[in-house]
């Protein structure tokens, strides 16, 4: 319900007293709120197409550096990848040094046990001979010579040999 004050303002002055003026254009209210507030629009536009060069000129740079890291990446494989290569044949030349090491003090070590065995073998000739020759003598049934497999008997191939006068 109104108040008597809504009341009473029924009853207030329209116009000026004075006389009849003519009849007038209602007002256009959309034509008064788009003249007021086409200047901060066009500000806003100008404000947006900013926003997007400066978004635009973002992702050229993010792309160029993006580049600028793939190169980077790039060059930094390739340098791990050649010091890897470097390390392996490194390691693998150390290796083959350590088998070669290896290799030359198992050789030395079995022409040693090689030489062993053959002293040991010429030491023991002798008597091995002696003993197939008797072994040999009975199988067949000679009598043993005397002196065999003795180096100083006469008619030992390695027995003393006789002095030309």
């Known amino acids: 319900m109104a108040g008597f004050r809504d009341f009473l303002l029924r009853f207030r002055p329209v116009g000026s007293p004075g006389r009849a003026a003519p009849g007038g254009v209602p007002a256009d209210r959309a034509a008064e709120l788009t003249s007021e507030l086409e200047p901060p629009l066009s500000l806003l536009e100008e404000t947006e197409a900013q926003a997007r060069g400066i978004t635009d000129e973002a ?3 993010a792309a160029e550096r993006r580049r600028v890291a793939e190169w980077q990446a790039e060059e930094i494989v390739e340098r791990a990848s050649a010091h890897a290569r470097d390390l392996r044949a490194q390691t693998a030349a150390q290796v083959r040094r350590q088998a070669e090491a290896e290799a030359a003090e198992l050789l030395a070590a079995s022409e040693r046990e090689v030489s062993a065995v053959r002293s040991r073998a010429e030491a023991r000739m002798p008597a091995l001979l002696d003993r197939v020759a008797r ?3 009975e199988d067949i ?6 002196g065999a497999g003795d180096p100083t008997a006469p008619g030992h191939p390695e027995g003393p040999r006789e ?3």
């Open 135 to 137: 072994l040999v003598a």
């Open 163 to 165: 002095r030309s006068p």
């Open 59 to 61: 992702a050229r740079t």
């Open 141 to 146: 049934g000679m009598p043993p010579a005397l």
